[in-house]
């Protein structure tokens, strides 16, 4: 089955306690990118990688990482969590360009205490 | 800079009643425009796409979006509403970076 896996689902953290959020997908699709959600704000990117070992900023970058060192890995990365940063977060994957479908991820829902 | 406007940010509608949710966008280049659909506890999933050709797209679970130039909009439609589309909507276009940008979403909410 065609999907975008990401884990964990839950999570509750505390101030400054590093953490890895891992998302794969097995569509041999080429870009993926980080979004957080937030009421009242939709859905805001994150990063995003248009291949292996590229990567880029997108419109809220601050306070995360990320790599791809494989195709269909892309983990997110926070080294030093804050409240601001309790969202709920999703993994999507797309085909070569974003007017392709954009799959999304299940979620994982991050409360930084 | 493209944008896009989701005027209503919740919607309630009768089963079995039509419903329109609203999109409006800014762009001064060709538009690409997309309605997502959000199940609850779910990630987001395409419910239909405009790239060029027709005006009228339809799309997954009934859904159809017209795509107006002149009013900049990108409606999203359906005759009759059930239950199962209680959910959160999106509307989205392609920015000139190849980046998608998302609105802030509208909740319909189907009443009994």
């Known amino acids: 089955e065609a999907q975008v896996t990401q884990n964990p689902r839950y999570l509750i953290t505390v101030t400054g306690k590093k953490l890895t959020v891992t998302c794969s997908q097995n569509?041999?699709?080429?870009?993926m990118s980080w979004y957080r959600q937030d009421p009242g704000l939709g859905l805001r990117q994150i990063y995003y990688?248009?291949?292996?070992?590229?990567?880029d900023k997108g419109d809220v970058p601050e306070g995360y990482k990320v790599s791809r060192k494989e195709k269909r890995n892309f983990p997110l990365i926070l080294e030093s969590p804050s409240p601001n940063q309790t969202s709920l977060y999703f993994c999507?994957?797309?085909?070569?360009?974003?007017?392709?479908?954009?799959?999304f991820g299940p979620g994982t829902r991050l409360t930084v205490l | 800079a493209q944008s896009v406007t989701q005027l209503d940010s919740q919607v309630p509608v009768f089963e079995e009643a039509p419903v329109e949710l609203r999109c409006n966008y800014s762009?001064?280049?060709?538009?690409?425009l997309f309605w997502y659909v959000q199940y609850p506890n779910q990630g987001l999933q395409l419910l239909l796409k405009?790239?060029?050709?027709?005006?009228l797209v339809k799309g997954i679970n009934g859904f159809e979006a017209e795509f107006n130039k002149s009013q900049t909009s990108f409606h999203l439609r359906k005759p009759s509403v059930h239950i199962s589309d209680t959910a959160e909507y999106f509307c989205?276009?392609?920015?000139?970076?190849?980046?998608?940008?998302f609105g802030k979403g509208t909740r319909l909410h189907i009443l009994p």
């Open positions: 999507a994957s797309t085909l070569a360009s974003s007017y392709n479908e954009q799959f």
């Open positions: 569509m041999n699709h080429e870009y």
């Open positions: 990688s248009m291949n292996v070992e590229v990567t």
């Open positions: 762009s001064s280049v060709s538009v690409y």
């Open positions: 405009y790239l060029s050709g027709s005006t």
């Open positions: 989205a276009v392609l920015n000139r970076d190849d980046k998608i940008i």
